[in-house]
């Protein structure tokens, strides 16, 4: 039960954190241009077109089931043709940073719908215990996907941030890293910290408390 418990209080906001983040890429990139993800139907809340079995699924279950005091999860990414934006090399940046700050709202609005849900509902009833774990889960979910995302490691969001304010002289040198983006993050996520070198707790642990400073003032 408890585990049951924990599951629908993770995953229900996991699937929103990662479905909206996701979206707004697409959105950003349709607006920009680019009508990759709207023609492939992707801009939808649809948890079909977004969930990816390992990923959102398989991923925060096994974290779960062993205790870790870290959820973390991913859907399917969103195409975008960077060539069809109006200006590539600028819009890459918007359509990149249009997920985190896709995060950072919907942790305002978790923040804004508890508030609410306390004020009307007694504390007592168990709905109203699972409805604020929901949005007190959703809160760290939401700043912890937008706070990883911005990684500057390519292809991740901040990586694409990144290179789309660099010169161009750099940000062609910096866009051939891309194609072992995926081993240097590995190596960030799982050998580092083997070494005593943690560079996502550092990284996150630094903007988390600063993206909180500032979702508290909803409060």
Not at 65 to 81: C, E, N, R, T
Not at 146 to 154: G, T, V, Y
Not at 187 to 202: M, Q, R
Request: with cysteine; charged share 10%.
């Amino acid at each position: 039960m408890t585990f049951i418990y924990s599951l629908t209080t993770w995953l229900i906001p996991l699937f929103l954190c990662v479905i909206l983040h996701e979206i707004a890429h697409g959105y950003v990139a349709y607006k920009l241009g680019d009508k990759t993800a709207w023609l492939m139907g992707r801009l939808t809340l649809n948890p079909e077109k977004h969930i990816d079995i390992v990923g959102s699924i398989i991923v925060p279950c096994l974290l779960l089931l062993s205790g870790s005091h870290m959820l973390f999860g991913w859907a399917k990414p969103v195409p975008v043709d960077f060539s069809r934006l109006h200006n590539p090399k600028r819009d890459m940046g918007l359509v990149a940073v249009a997920g985190p700050l896709a995060n950072v709202l919907l942790a305002i609005a978790f923040v804004l719908v508890g508030r609410v849900v306390i004020a009307v509902m007694p504390m007592q009833w168990s709905l109203t215990t699972w409805i604020v774990a929901n949005l007190r889960n959703g809160i760290s979910l939401s700043i912890i996907l937008a706070c990883f995302n911005l990684l500057p490691i390519l292809p991740m969001d901040g990586g694409r941030i990144l290179e789309s304010l660099l010169p161009n002289k750099w940000a062609i040198q910096y866009h051939q890293t891309e194609k072992y983006g995926l081993f240097i993050l590995f190596g960030v996520i799982f050998v580092l910290p083997v070494l005593g070198i943690d560079i996502i707790n550092l990284f996150v642990g630094t903007l988390y408390p600063m993206f909180m400073r500032f979702i508290s003032v909803f409060l």
